[in-house]
């Protein structure tokens, strides 16, 4: 039972002390000492009665009296601490039953053990920073989970850039694929076909327009120091076609742009013999 009356939704939000004492004398005194502090206080008359009113109830901090028939308050207070092991568990007791409760505290099943007769003001502040405690515990867990959340929430995006960075992989390995494909088709036409950069540069040349033009410097060459004066001015010009002359064979050339993925213009001349010369 708890000796304030308070709404569900407040109860739940105020911290909680739950006093367990077979005297109902003990019990009446303990609530009349905090009935001024800023927490919500239950009570239970035995170990059994405070295991029910903790099923029903949030309980922050328990202090237990250790003598009680059925159930010893060192025992209820291992049993409160396997079912609910958040809560800070405080034995009040006299000195005889000091070994029993040396090995409760020594196990973790108790936090502190407060004696009989109490000092009132040694009693309210030996609760206060139990619910400190608590409080600190509390806090610890939530940054726990919060760290936690957060790793598995780096775990998810890591999980998410290492499928991107896969995929990406399988394009660009596509694309080099791709790539090498249209690399040795170009080089296997049976036209001549040289690339110039934006300045003017030979800076590629197929087979078939290695072998017509041998004699003439291509790669890394200026086209107008390789080729008639009509190839630079297609090339000026961008597009378009002309009739040239190189080494006695006349070609139909023409001239194409090229924009590559740096946005950098390129320019692909075509030279098709002209069988009408």
Same mark, same amino acid.
């Given at each position: 039972?708890s000796d304030?009356? +308070?709404t /569900?939704?407040?109860?739940?939000a105020?911290? &909680? *002390?739950?006093l367990v004492?077979?005297?109902?004398?003990?019990?009446?005194a303990?609530r009349r000492?905090l009935?001024?502090?800023a927490?919500?206080v239950l009570?239970?008359?035995g170990?059994?009665?405070g295991?029910?009113e903790?099923?029903r109830?949030r309980v922050?901090v328990?202090?237990?009296?250790?003598r009680?028939p059925g159930?010893?308050?060192?025992?209820?207070?291992?049993?409160a $601490?396997e079912?609910?092991?958040?809560?800070v568990r %405080?034995?009040?007791?006299?000195?005889? /039953?000091?070994?029993?409760i040396t090995d409760?505290?020594?196990t973790g099943?108790?936090y502190k053990?407060?004696?009989?007769?109490?000092?009132?003001d %040694?009693? $309210?502040a030996e609760?206060e920073e139990?619910?400190?405690?608590?409080?600190?515990h509390d806090?610890n867990?939530?940054l726990?989970?919060?760290? $936690?959340?957060?790793?598995?929430? +780096?775990v998810? *995006?890591n999980a998410?850039l290492?499928?991107?960075?896969e995929?990406?992989?399988?394009?660009?390995e596509?694309?080099?694929?791709?790539?090498t494909?249209?690399q040795?088709i170009v080089?296997? +036409?049976?036209v001549?076909?040289?690339? *110039?950069?934006?300045?003017?540069l030979l800076?590629f040349?197929?087979?078939?327009?290695?072998?017509?033009?041998?004699?003439?410097p291509?790669l890394g060459?200026?086209?107008?120091?390789?080729l008639p004066?009509?190839?630079?001015e297609?090339v000026?010009?961008g597009?378009?076609?002309a009739t040239m002359?190189?080494?006695?064979?006349?070609?139909?050339?023409?001239c194409? &742009?090229v924009?590559s993925? %740096?946005?950098?213009r390129g320019y *692909?001349l075509?030279?098709?013999?002209?069988?009408?010369?």
């Open positions: 039972m304030i009356s +308070l /569900d939704s407040d109860a739940s105020r911290p &909680t *002390v739950l004492d077979d005297e109902d004398s003990i019990l009446s303990l000492l009935r001024r502090e927490y919500q009570t239970a008359n170990g059994q009665a295991l029910d903790l099923a109830s922050d328990i202090v237990s009296d250790q009680m159930m010893s308050g060192v025992e209820f207070l291992r049993r $601490k079912l609910y092991p958040d809560t %405080m034995v009040l007791s006299g000195y005889a /039953d000091l070994q029993s409760a505290i020594n099943a108790i053990f407060l004696s009989k007769p109490w000092d009132d %040694m009693l $309210k609760i139990a619910f400190r405690r608590k409080a600190m806090e867990k939530g726990n989970q919060q760290v $936690k959340s957060a790793n598995a929430e +780096l998810r *995006v998410r290492q499928e991107a960075l995929a990406q992989r399988r394009r660009t596509l694309g080099e694929t791709a790539l494909a249209v040795e080089n296997c +036409l049976p001549p076909l040289l690339g *110039v950069d934006p300045d003017g800076v040349a197929n087979a078939a327009a290695t072998r017509c033009f041998a004699r003439h291509l060459t200026l086209i107008a120091e390789a004066a009509a190839a630079t297609l000026a010009r597009s378009g076609a002359k190189i080494d006695d064979c006349a070609y139909q050339v023409s194409h &742009t924009d993925i %740096m946005q950098q *692909v075509i030279f098709m013999p002209d069988g009408t010369s």
